[in-house]
């Protein structure tokens, strides 16, 4: 028999959590099950009504239930899924790049109108801070007139430039505002970078897995690739970094320094140490993709790999993409010893990014608003994080196996070894979901069998809806 006692110190509504969560444990309540209503479970433990909805609302959100509208709530099986696997080892050789037509094919997906688009990581829509910046944008505009609608210095815009270099400096490092190049998004700032350390038919290291994007800009250069395992959890092996450093001729890595995106592993300072320690100690430039640094779920931010260089052969790219205004296509790249180079592809390229963006991004930032906004958000991303696996745990094949990311705003899934991802996604797509393939994350083919989710999307009914479609699709 289900009762409260009034004599505890606890909350009413966490007394009622404390129950339905003992009903769950004891398997008295089991996955599907709907909870006892409202109304009727108020009455039974002589509570109120608000006291079983508050319960109710905050299993929700620890991931026990999910509300279905008219409905009511209803038990979650709770996350049972094996972790992905750590690759195996393979002697990797530097292999051609060729998957922009798949790549395209996503991309294309992703824009069709009234598509679920779970196959873009888009984390900064999770929670949008697009009215803030809109408030900030036309204060800027009020001020800086006609100067706001004019070209930036190819460098950056001042202001943006001070304020990101205070952002290092809080982190740590002595960071000077002219070090700081503004780009086009941090895909521009890895071009620069790729450009300035390496040429056509150059072997660049990438993690395995990896950002489709990375590997279509070596796909776009000529360049090769060379793919190091790269841990579900700890991040890159520094030991098969160091295998390959003493058997191939590596000009340059391109290596997540923060959060990889698709495993959402993320790696501590130590790591990032040793990994410089060792690039360096072969001379080999070390482009980091830092672009999800800030969106750690525990808010922890180590330092750059940049800090821990002593030969000035580490370049830092990041960017506004992920955490504000993808839109605005605002990145950085602290380019190192490299900053020549650079500046002179940046101006020949582009010559410079959008001023109002910038001004409107450095106000952002010097008001305290950045911050402000990314603790909001983070905690956010975490919620949507625990939501959907906890419905991949429902729905998905039972033998799906699932990332557990420290942050970000993707899901990695590991399905059996038969499962061809390029056709899920076309038959997702017919479904009118987007999902990002496997294959894609690797110039070798390795992940055929693994599907990327995002959860970078405001959590609702038509979200919650899709991924159950794609465990039915993933299941017949
Ligand atoms: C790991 C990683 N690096 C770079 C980028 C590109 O960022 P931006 O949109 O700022 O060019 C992305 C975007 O998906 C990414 O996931």
């Not at 094996?82 to 790549?103: D, K, Q, T, Y």
């Not at 990438?206 to 841990?231: D, H, K, Q, R």
Request: net charge positive.
């Amino acid at each position: 028999m289900l009762a409260v006692d009034r004599r505890k110190n606890d909350f009413l509504y966490q007394q009622v959590i404390d129950l339905i969560r003992m009903e769950i444990d004891s398997g008295a309540l089991r996955p599907g099950d709907r909870l006892p209503s409202l109304r009727r479970l108020a009455k039974n433990l002589d509570v109120s009504i608000p006291t079983v909805k508050q319960a109710y609302e905050e299993l929700e959100r620890q991931g026990h239930v999910e509300s279905r509208p008219q409905s009511g709530f209803y038990v979650l099986a709770r996350i049972r899924n094996a972790l992905v696997r750590p690759p195996a080892r393979a002697s990797s050789e530097p292999v051609e790049v060729s998957c922009r037509n798949l790549v395209e094919q996503v991309y294309d997906g992703i824009h069709q109108p009234g598509v679920v688009p779970l196959g873009i990581a888009n984390p900064s829509m999770a929670r949008p801070a697009a009215k803030a910046l809109h408030r900030t944008m036309k204060r800027v505009m009020a001020r800086a007139e006609q100067r706001s609608v004019g070209y930036a210095p190819v460098a950056g815009e001042p202001g943006l430039q001070r304020q990101l270099a205070f952002r290092y400096l809080d982190l740590g490092g002595a960071v000077r505002p002219q070090e700081v190049v503004v780009t086009n998004g941090c895909q521009e700032a890895l071009a620069l970078a790729l450009n300035a350390v390496a040429r056509r038919g150059d072997v660049v290291a990438v993690e395995s897995p990896t950002y489709s994007g990375t590997l279509e800009l070596i796909e776009s250069l000529g360049m090769l690739a060379l793919e190091i395992e790269t841990c579900p959890t700890e991040g890159l092996c520094l030991d098969a970094l160091e295998h390959a450093l003493g058997q191939q001729s590596i000009r340059a890595c391109v290596f997540s320094s923060s959060l990889n995106n698709p495993l959402g592993s993320a790696t501590d300072d130590d790591h990032r140490q040793r990994l410089v320690e060792l690039l360096e100690s072969y001379r080999v430039p070390l482009i980091e993709d830092d672009v999800y640094g800030d969106l750690r779920f525990d808010g922890r931010r180590g330092k750059p790999a940049q800090f821990f260089s002593r030969r000035g052969l580490v370049l830092t790219a990041g960017s506004f993409s992920k955490t504000v205004a993808p839109g605005y296509r605002i990145g950085w790249l602290l380019p190192g010893r490299f900053t020549d180079q650079v500046l002179k592809l940046k101006r020949a390229l582009s010559y410079s990014s959008g001023l109002l963006q910038q001004l409107t991004l450095a106000e952002f930032m010097g008001s305290g608003e950045y911050d402000r906004h990314l603790r909001q958000l983070r905690p956010v991303l975490k919620l949507n994080c625990e939501r959907m696996a906890a419905l991949v745990a429902e729905h998905f094949p039972a033998n799906t196996r699932i990332s557990q990311p420290a942050g970000g705003s993707v899901l990695w899934l590991e399905m059996t070894s038969n499962f061809d991802s390029a056709a899920y996604f076309q038959r997702a797509l017919d479904a009118g979901i987007s999902v990002a393939p496997g294959a894609i994350f690797s110039p070798g083919n390795r992940y055929r069998h693994f599907v990327r989710l995002s959860f970078g999307h405001p959590w609702g009914d038509r979200l919650a809806q899709a991924v159950r479609t794609l465990g039915e699709l993933a299941s017949t």
